[in-house]
């Protein structure tokens, strides 16, 4: 068998960041069980009224797991950011979990890094990202430092980029040539003693014109 030295050092690179993460230090410290789960009922409790669900470095459970969908599920109308890095995840618990975050109607911000998941977990997401009707929001994925989640593939960016351009419309670059103009037109014919210059705020027009 051939060496690859590609191979070897993107393994300890691997090594190397999962030492460093939150919850290689758990274990180390031996955190007790009991401990995470007030915790997480903790982080659950406290982000009721907020828009975000933060609950990385905590060891979960499927347990757990069945809590949090049950939050979602309740819950989750006005979360815009759902943060579940060092986890511990597997693909078993997203499994479970994705037909609770697809459904939430405002999440723009996914956080599965530094857990446990592969690329079975990454054909899922991508393949229920080709439906539009879920992840209606979602606008960035990391699942970065997983088990062998080495680059996101293409069909997932472009679904991320399709949601994306039905919430912001940018200008074309004609738009915003034509945006220009109309300023600079705006700036040449003004004068100081001109009356509709008087009446009309310098920058009413050119905002006018930069709306479509």
Known sequence: QEYDPWKSSDRICRQLIYHLTPHSKWHRHGMPRRKSQVCLKTSLQKKVSQD????????????????????????GDRLTSVDLSFTELNDDMVRLLLPFLWALPKLTHLS?????????????????????SKFPCLAWVDLGNNVDVSSMPQPLLVGLRKRLSQQTTLPTIYEALDC??????????????DEAAGSTPPRAFSQQGCER
């Open 180 to 193: 220009d103009s109309e300023i600079a037109g705006g700036h040449e014919g003004s004068q100081p003693g």
């Open 112 to 132: 599965l890094n530094g857990n446990r998941l592969t690329r079975a977990t990454m054909k899922e997401l991508t393949d229920t990202m080709k439906d539009m």
């Open 52 to 75: 975000s669900m933060d609950l990385s470095g905590i060891p979960l459970t499927m347990r757990d797991v069945h809590r949090m969908a049950y939050y979602l599920q309740n819950n």
